[in-house]
């Protein structure tokens, strides 16, 4: 029964795939493109390993072994939800690329002014933070960046700080971006954003800002380039990336150690050293484990929860972004809690996906409606940038950085995608901001010269 769940996986994945590249709107701009790389990885790749090497360390540290029946039902939520966002996302989104169209931009003086004063503004905040979390988040409530775990949910919530300035650090990302974008991908422009991307490698925690930060930059140069598709050195240049990112998640101290000496760097070939074991090592971590946690979250919800979240978990978004030094009793997580995973298992540090948070608000239907809205955003977005974007310096910027992020919402569910998104955007919105003020201070300043130069009315000296 589970081999032909899994061959059908694999069909059904190779039957959208088919129809999106055929249906002209395809590249690596459009959101459906990066749910498909996400699916394959999480619900194909993964269940496929999980089945042939016995892969239970994820079942392990849950607590719970799904039966063959469970197993196949995961299969077939994640590949339900896989055609619901590709319907809604392809409608949404259809709109042929058109690279013929794109302009040349150039930068004047009040634009690069306004990135300057953006930079000059946020970089500090970006870097203290970045310094702040060189060792991480420590839980033993001894480091600069403190945290406690919630017993009750197994989230965990900072204690001496507030994630404003914890998290800074990711403004790192699109300040970097736009250095690159607005030097016109000058080659020493790529120097900060190498910096970036070397800091967090070596920092070990973060990784998925590598990946989007490559992504994002490489969105850049396709489209300097006019071309929809990664190039083959492209490609060839990503997959060190990829490997060291595989590399952090097994050890995260690994970059550390590299430079200390203490760690061989050819230490990121072992899992091609031969044989099944190494292999299976490598990729058994919770990377690529979100079916492990769809079947558990699909045995809880509503069986043993006995209801469903019903949308409440997005009540989230009223209460996060009041920080916790100033609202001490903040409800860790949504402010109402109709299902908890941890009261069924450990889930602490677990991510629930697009679609097994959509199970959770209603089942079927919940999960249905879930992948739907967000492919109708993600394909309406893709297709307003395709209609107008493309042809905006600043929208440019903010698709790129934005389309990558996707990854994450995709992984995540619930309303990480705000959270993220926030400090991924905040600093190209700032720009934006910025400009259109100093345009206006311009105007009102020629305006006033120009009154000045006019000759002063006079009365006559009779009425």
């Known amino acids: 029964?589970?081999?032909?769940?899994?061959?059908?996986?694999?069909?059904?994945?190779?039957?959208?795939?088919?129809?999106?590249?055929?249906?002209?709107?395809?590249?690596?701009?459009?959101?459906?493109?990066?749910?498909?790389?996400?699916?394959?990885?999480?619900?194909?790749?993964?269940?496929?390993?999980?089945y042939t090497f016995n892969i239970d360390n994820v079942w392990l540290f849950i607590g719970f072994w799904p039966s063959a029946?469970?197993?196949?039902?995961?299969?077939t939520v994640s590949s339900v939800a896989l055609i619901a966002f590709?319907?809604?996302?392809?409608?949404?989104?259809?709109?042929?690329?058109?690279?013929?169209?794109i302009p040349k931009f150039t930068f004047d003086r009040l634009d690069i002014t306004a990135f300057v004063m953006t930079v000059v503004a946020l970089a500090p905040l970006a870097v203290y933070s970045a310094i702040l979390r060189q060792q991480g988040a420590d839980f033993s409530g001894?480091?600069?960046?403190?945290?406690?775990?919630?017993?009750?949910?197994?989230?965990?919530?900072?204690?001496?700080?507030?994630?404003?300035?914890?998290?800074?650090?990711?403004?790192?990302?699109?300040?970097?971006?736009?250095?690159?974008?607005?030097?016109?991908?000058?080659?020493?422009?790529?120097?900060?954003?190498?910096?970036?991307?070397?800091?967090?490698?070596?920092?070990?925690?973060?990784r998925w800002a590598i990946i989007m930060g490559v992504l994002g930059m490489v969105l850049l140069v396709l489209?300097?380039?006019?071309?929809?598709?990664?190039?083959?050195?492209?490609?060839?240049?990503?997959?060190?990336?990829?490997?060291?990112?595989?590399?952090l998640g097994?050890?995260?101290?690994?970059?550390?150690?590299?430079?200390?000496?203490?760690?061989?760097?050819?230490?990121?070939?072992?899992?091609?050293?031969?044989?099944?074991?190494?292999?299976?090592?490598s990729v058994s971590n919770q990377d690529i484990a979100n079916f492990d946690f769809l079947a558990f979250i699909l045995w809880?919800?509503?069986?043993?929860?006995?209801?469903?979240?019903?949308?409440?978990?997005?009540?989230?978004?009223?209460?996060?972004?009041?920080?916790?030094?100033l609202w001490p009793d903040k409800p860790i997580g949504a402010p109402v809690k109709w299902v908890s995973l941890h009261d069924f298992g450990n889930f602490s540090n677990l991510t629930t996906s697009l679609a097994g948070d959509g199970w959770m608000s209603g089942g079927w239907i919940g999960m249905i409606v879930t992948m739907v809205?967000?492919?109708?955003?993600?394909?309406?977005?893709?297709?307003?940038?395709?209609?107008?974007?493309?042809?905006?310096?600043?929208?440019?910027?903010?698709?790129?950085?934005f389309i990558p992020l996707s990854l994450q919402w995709f992984r995540d569910g619930n309303i990480t995608i705000v959270k993220f998104g926030f400090f991924s955007l905040l600093p190209i919105l700032l720009w934006i901001a910025v400009t259109r003020l100093l345009r206006v201070w311009m105007r009102l300043g020629d305006g006033i010269a120009d009154r000045a130069d006019q000759p002063a009315l006079r009365l006559p000296e009779r009425l």
């Open 1 to 50: 029964m589970i081999e032909t769940a899994l061959i059908a996986q694999v069909l059904v994945v190779a039957l959208v795939a088919v129809v999106f590249v055929s249906s002209g709107t395809a590249s690596m701009f459009h959101p459906l493109t990066y749910y498909l790389v996400f699916h394959t990885l999480v619900f194909v790749i993964r269940p496929l390993l999980v």
């Open 69 to 75: 029946t469970e197993f196949v039902k995961s299969l």
């Open 86 to 101: 590709s319907i809604a996302c392809g409608y949404a989104g259809r709109v042929r690329p058109d690279l013929s169209r």
């Open 142 to 206: 001894t480091g600069d960046v403190q945290m406690e775990r919630d017993p009750m949910t197994g989230q965990p919530v900072y204690v001496n700080t507030t994630g404003y300035i914890a998290e800074a650090h990711s403004m790192g990302l699109p300040l970097t971006l736009g250095i690159i974008w607005v030097s016109r991908f000058h080659p020493l422009s790529f120097i900060p954003f190498i910096a970036f991307v070397s800091y967090r490698a070596f920092l070990g925690w973060g």
């Open 223 to 247: 489209y300097h380039t006019r071309a929809k598709w990664f190039r083959w050195w492209q490609v060839a240049a990503g997959l060190p990336v990829l490997l060291l990112f595989h590399t």
């Open 250 to 281: 097994n050890n995260r101290d690994f970059l550390r150690g590299v430079l200390d000496g203490s760690v061989s760097p050819f230490n990121m070939f072992r899992m091609f050293d031969g044989g099944s074991s190494s292999f299976v090592d």
């Open 300 to 325: 809880v919800v509503p069986n043993q929860s006995g209801t469903y979240t019903w949308f409440t978990q997005y009540l989230q978004l009223f209460t996060e972004p009041i920080p916790r030094m």
């Open 373 to 401: 809205v967000v492919g109708l955003i993600l394909g309406r977005l893709h297709r307003w940038f395709w209609q107008s974007g493309f042809q905006n310096r600043y929208a440019v910027l903010f698709y790129c950085a």
